[in-house]
């Protein structure tokens, strides 16, 4: 399995103290979210140093805003600009090395660990925020003056839901098509300066094209790009956003589903090996220390390994058809 649908529930668990148990609704847990507040700290300043030089320009774009009662949603603006692309990382499109993108997960529920990824990890790794998460505005803008671009966690049915509840907001199969935009759309209001949303669990509704198509659409026509964290290899999300032309990438395989540094290292030379088989490889990790450290120690070795590190809007649509490495 290329992530693990209980991964995210896992994380929320550790970092309200939960003792993890099946059964755990995240959605029930809510309350014990906010009072997690004061360990979700506000940003601390960057330090001035290398890393400002890199820092994305402030967001969001007023003319990439659709004021709503939920709150802001990303459009489409009147000269034809997409959020996807007006917020992405700067990469060199013409770079013929082997690209290489790592997205990591579960950010804005604990404040050291959402510092860690953001201060101790170059901006060409990409973060995906936890939608729950308080002040996230806040550290959407940090991450980006320290050149991250941004991705919002989506969550979808698992197979096991309701034993396994990703949240309030989840996309469900029994609800029907207004009922699942409605809480796409409350996703999406809770930040903005993001390029898209990665799905979270899902093993169950990433494989019902009915289902997702609908959400797909919306997702499109907002100017976002989507990404398939593939908990399922009987996912469809892929396919379906290559046939309506979302700019879409799928996660090829899970860093830490073992949360050790030899697990993880063995992860990392299979990407290396898998960008130089296809020309790119895409990784999804949680922002476990062990995975920080290991991420930090590996990325200087790219450059003398002729490969080179891409922010996740750098490989939309360029992946082959293929099944995601497990």
């Not at 939960?18 to 609704?25: K, S």
């Not at 939608?131 to 096991?160: N, Q, T």
């Not at 839901?161 to 207004?178: F, N």
């Not at 899970?254 to 898998?274: F, G, H, K, V, Y």
């Amino acid at each position: 399995m290329a992530h693990l649908d209980g991964a995210s529930t896992r994380a929320a668990q550790a970092v309200i103290g939960a003792e993890p148990a099946a059964g755990v609704c995240i959605g029930r847990l809510a309350a014990a979210r906010e009072a997690s507040q004061q360990a979700a700290l506000p940003p601390k300043p960057l330090p001035e140093g290398p890393g400002k030089a890199e820092a994305l320009p402030p967001a969001p774009d007023p003319a990439l805003v659709e004021p709503t009662a939920l709150g802001p949603l990303p459009r489409i603006g009147p000269d034809g600009r997409k959020p996807w692309q007006a917020y992405a990382r700067p990469f060199d499109r013409a770079d013929k090395r082997p690209r290489i993108a790592v997205l990591l997960s579960g950010l804005g529920l604990s404040g050291a660990a959402t510092e860690a990824a953001i201060n101790d990890l170059p901006g060409a790794v990409t973060l995906g925020f936890n939608p729950y998460a308080p002040k996230l505005d806040e550290w959407i803008g940090s991450a980006r003056a320290a050149g991250h671009e941004v991705f919002l966690s989506l969550a979808m049915e698992p197979v096991d839901y309701p034993r396994v509840d990703p949240g309030p907001h989840t996309l469900l199969i029994s609800l029907d098509r207004q009922q699942n935009l409605e809480r796409l759309q409350w996703v999406l209001s809770r930040g903005a300066g993001y390029v898209g949303v990665v799905t979270s669990a899902g093993s169950r509704f990433t494989t019902s094209q009915a289902d997702l198509l609908p959400i797909l659409d919306e997702i499109k026509a907002r100017g976002l790009m989507f990404v398939d964290s593939r908990s399922t290899e009987n996912s469809v999300a892929g396919a379906v956003s290559k046939s309506i032309g979302l700019p879409r990438a799928v996660n090829d395989l899970a860093l830490d589903l073992q949360a050790s540094r030899d697990a993880i290292d063995q992860r990392l030379q299979q990407l290396e090996q898998l960008a130089r088989q296809t020309g790119v490889a895409i990784a999804l990790g949680e922002i476990y220390p062990v995975t920080i450290e290991r991420l930090a120690q590996w990325i200087p070795s790219l450059e003398r390994k002729g490969i080179v590190l891409a922010p996740i809007s750098a490989t939309a649509d360029m992946q082959p058809d293929r099944t995601a490495k497990k």
